[in-house]
């Protein structure tokens, strides 16, 4: 029992850091499309909550202006150097003052492409 808790004292911190380094990777190099009208820090809490939710790396986050929800944004995952053949669809809502994961699932590369370089349509 005492060599699991030492274990587990030495692993936390390297996986604290870990996480602290995912989400400063994220939050240089993910693509936040221009219609996505959030400020910096609810950006920042986004892609804290999805750096805790995924070790893939962030490739976009977009918000459709046209949802009854405003406070609803898609987070786009997977790895940039193609060293991972699926990727991931995070839907996130404001509740209060944080965000939170509310749906998730695989997604094709396609799709995020268009996702993110296409605003959506007024109806």
Known sequence: MKLA??????????????VSNSYEYN???????PWT???KAQIQEIVRVVSRSSTQSIIGVSQDSRSRKPARVEVYTGNPDGSSSYYWNYTLEQSGSTWQ??????????????ALSMPPKAE
């Open 27 to 33: 939050l240089a190099h993910a693509y936040v499309t």
């Open 5 to 18: 808790t030492f274990v587990l004292t030495l692993a936390f911190p390297f996986m604290a850091g870990c």
């Open 37 to 39: 009208k959030l400020p």
């Open 101 to 114: 994961i509310v749906e998730g699932g695989q997604i094709s590369v396609t799709v995020i492409g268009l």
